[in-house]
């Protein structure tokens, strides 16, 4: 099969409905379906182990699909792997770079293990390494690139070929945040340049800031997908979240706020804290006066809109490991 004209691509760039994988016994993704628009920035939104690289992994043809189906600008992904392979560049989570060349030499070797001849593989290596700030250190080997420099020169060279479809698997992990902005940047020029972005991340603040749509994933199934806004929305109109004095009070003050509101609050790892979802922000006042009716002690307390953290506090139970370790590391 030939590449469709991808000068007025199809509407969707990537539809999955059921899809799964399993590893013996273990179903590392169960039954999840995707509609990615052309031109937006998608996000799926997981902790660790919670799927999300293995549905990239499937939908880029690097793992077979044991269940379902998924097509990418209308090409099924299992009938022609071969087609898929032109239409989509891959950024996974670490650097995929050879520690013994040169920038320069790897984004030529990249051109060239993708059948560009040698000279036009040479101009698109120097293009991309201005592209993405790299042009000064084009010459010097990989061993000498900070963490923030290697993933900008694979990110390059998963774009030698122009794709029009990029998945981007944790793009800023272990990154500093200074790095990590430079990323966001980078990756909002892509899509405005005419590319679709598939996001896989750990992180809550990024893919507040960068998705346009979010899929939330955990333990291999999605459970959301929506807007950010709609997102927080479903979680509430505003969240109470209260930190009490004494952890042993947590118990007695999920029965208050069952009482006044009629819903259980979502108890967070870090001792002592609760996020209430309210309807309404003036709601607040009534938990409040009911706490301290009940002689429970705050040590301090806010309301606020909803973030992405209580979204998926409250979706899954639990937090994200990004969050759990406070740290933007895995």
């Not at 409905?17 to 273990?26: D, I, P, Y």
């Not at 070797?109 to 000279?119: A, D, E, M, N, Y």
């Not at 390494?129 to 420099?149: T, V, W």
């Not at 790892?269 to 706490?291: C, G, H, S, T």
Request: glycine share 8%.
């Amino acid at each position: 099969m030939s590449i469709t004209n991808l000068d007025a691509p199809p509407v969707v760039a990537v539809r999955a409905e059921g899809l799964a994988k399993a590893f013996g016994t273990h179903r590392a993704v169960d039954g999840i379906d995707l509609d990615i628009r052309t031109g937006e920035i998608f996000g799926v939104l997981g902790p660790n182990g919670a799927g999300k690289t293995t549905t990239l992994r499937m939908l880029a043809t690097l793992l077979a699909i044991d269940e379902g189906r998924a097509e990418i600008f209308g090409v099924d992904v299992s009938r022609e792997p071969h087609v898929i392979r032109q239409l989509v560049g891959v950024t996974g989570q670490y650097a995929s770079v050879d520690e013994n060349l040169t920038a320069r030499e790897n984004l030529w070797l990249f051109g060239r293990l993708q059948g560009l001849p040698s000279p036009r593989a040479r101009r698109v290596g120097d293009d991309l390494l201005g592209r993405f700030g790299l042009e000064d250190a084009a010459d010097k080997p990989i061993a000498q690139f900070s963490g923030g420099m290697r993933r900008r020169l694979d990110l390059a060279a998963s774009l030698i070929t122009r794709p029009p479809l990029i998945f981007l698997d944790e793009p800023t992990t272990g990154l500093d945040p200074r790095t990590r902005g430079q990323m966001w940047d980078t990756i909002r020029e892509l899509v405005a340049d005419g590319c679709t972005v598939l996001l896989t991340t750990q992180y809550l603040d990024e893919a507040d800031q960068l998705s346009d749509r979010i899929a939330v994933i955990d333990r291999g199934r999605k459970v959301a997908e929506g807007t950010p806004d709609e997102l927080k929305t479903a979680v509430g109109d505003s969240t109470l979240q209260v930190h009490l004095a004494d952890p042993g009070d947590v118990q007695d003050a999920v029965q208050v706020v069952r009482r006044v509101l009629g819903s259980d609050p979502v108890l967070s790892p870090e001792q002592a804290r609760l996020n209430v979802a309210l309807e309404q922000a003036d709601m607040a006042a009534e938990v409040l006066i009911a706490l301290r009716t009940a002689g429970l002690s705050i040590s301090s307390v806010s309301v606020a809109k909803p973030s992405l953290d209580e979204v998926f506090l409250v979706l899954t139970g639990h937090e994200t490991d990004a969050d759990t370790t406070k740290e933007d590391r895995r």
